[in-house]
């Protein structure tokens, strides 16, 4: 939000609080906590023309304190307030009007609140007929959007509700802008809202406008990279795993690359790993590790071979999977590196989520299975540790999952 016109008051309230007059910082921004006075000032100017009542105020103010007078407190902070106002030097004017029991902020300052001027914005694009210029509101709308409503006011049940609601109005500007871009095949601006979205909404999926743009315009090499950030920093932040979207970019990243005329001498150098000396299994991507999952699953079809798919999951001494805590980030490390040279170089394996590991264990036995179970326990348990790895194993030819434990194997539940 530009801030240069004198004389207006800039309210930001996306991604943060600050109200601002002539350069100057009034409330928020980098000052204190929360107190009651910004409160008074984010409710107030938030509810713009249709103002809010006194018991309404009252409420949001002063929540369930006990108050012998809670009218005499709420003019305190009026009061209070407008003190503070002025000696910031705002205009001597009537800032907080009261008509008929209901509050209003002064119509004589004019007044700038990137929230209000997102959602008008949006509306206007949603009632333009003209698709040129629905598109230019919907991106202009989205520059508005620099965050989530009042981050630092989540446990505030107004702010947080108010927070839902724009953001999914955000997601839908963002989305109607994508499909128009799409259509226009104008991958430029495709690529930047992408990028936008995805820095002020993240873990959001939105990487996945990037990617769509950077294989469109055959940016491959770009696309490659921007998938392999985003899928490591979902799995360091929650755990997850490649959305659908992303896949499918995958995909067409793959179909759509286009190389030079080569002999197939220089074309099977280029496919054989460089310095893939590692006696252990491959660790690969989740999506290379589902090709390579239904590669093998075409190839039993005529070879008749045995196959299992190995699920490893890290469980604290309770038996309970471990799905958060400082140790985890080291313990989920430790089982890969344990995994990975428990396995044969022609087994494959991939991080399926955070404390847990998938492997293809190709052309061996059930019984063997439980081997390699040992051999993985023998890396990882170190010393008298409670944390241990819970054993899943499937055939690919599909039979009921049964669980590995140092007992033997016993049929899940």
Same mark, same amino acid.
């Given at each position: ?38 409160? *008074? ?7 713009? /023309?249709? +103002? #809010?009542?006194?018991?309404?105020? @009252?409420?949001? &103010?002063? =929540? ?25 030097? *705002? ?7 009261? /008509?008929? +029991? #209901?509050?209003?902020?002064?119509? @004589?300052?004019? &007044?700038? =609140? ?300």
């Amino acid at each position: 939000m530009t801030e240069n016109k004198a004389n207006i008051l800039y309210v930001r309230m996306l991604g943060g609080f600050s109200v601002r007059w002539n350069g100057k910082l009034i409330a928020g921004g980098s000052k204190a906590s929360e107190s009651q006075l910004t409160s *008074l000032l984010q409710i107030l100017i938030h509810s713009g /023309r249709h +103002g #809010v009542t006194r018991d309404r105020l @009252e409420e949001l &103010l002063f =929540e369930d304190r006990d108050m012998s007078n809670v009218h005499h407190a709420l003019q305190s902070v009026i009061y209070n307030t407008k003190k503070k106002l002025q000696k910031a030097g *705002l205009p001597p004017v009537n800032y907080i009007v009261q /008509r008929k +029991g #209901v509050f209003f902020w002064t119509d @004589e300052i004019p &007044l700038v =609140e990137d929230a209000a001027e997102f959602e008008r914005l949006y509306e206007q694009a949603q009632a333009a007929e003209d698709p040129d210029e629905q598109l230019a509101l919907y991106q202009e709308a989205a520059h508005w959007y620099s965050g989530e409503f009042l981050p630092n006011q989540t446990a505030v049940i107004w702010a947080a509700q108010e927070a839902r609601r724009l953001k999914r109005l955000f997601c839908l500007c963002a989305e109607r802008a994508a499909e128009q871009l799409r259509a226009n095949q104008d991958y430029f601006q495709l690529e930047e809202l992408g990028l936008r979205a995805s820095k002020i909404d993240p873990l959001a999926d939105w990487e996945t406008l990037t990617m769509e743009a950077l294989v469109s315009l055959g940016r491959y090499e770009e696309a490659r990279k921007l998938y392999d950030d985003t899928a490591q920093f979902y799995f360091n932040e929650q755990g997850l795993r490649p959305s659908r979207k992303m896949l499918e970019q995958l995909e067409r990243l793959g179909t759509g690359m286009q190389h030079q005329h080569e002999a197939l001498d220089v074309i099977q150098a280029e496919l054989t790993g460089q310095n893939d000396d590692f006696p252990g299994g491959y660790l690969c991507s989740y999506p290379i590790f589902v090709g390579i999952y239904r590669m093998v699953e075409r190839m039993l079809e005529r070879s008749g071979q045995s196959v299992y798919l190995m699920l490893c999951t890290v469980i604290d001494g309770k038996g309970n999977p471990m799905r958060e805590g400082p140790m985890l980030e080291e313990l989920t490390k430790r089982m890969g590196d344990a995994v990975r040279r428990s396995i044969r170089r022609g087994d494959a394996m991939c991080q399926y989520g955070r404390g847990q590991y998938l492997a293809l264990l190709v052309n061996t036995t059930r019984e063997n299975c439980g081997v390699v179970q040992k051999r993985i326990n023998e890396r990882f348990i170190i010393g008298r540790q409670r944390s241990k790895i819970q054993y899943y194993v499937n055939s690919v030819f599909w039979v009921p999952p049964v669980e590995l434990t140092d007992a033997g194997m016993r049929q899940s539940s």
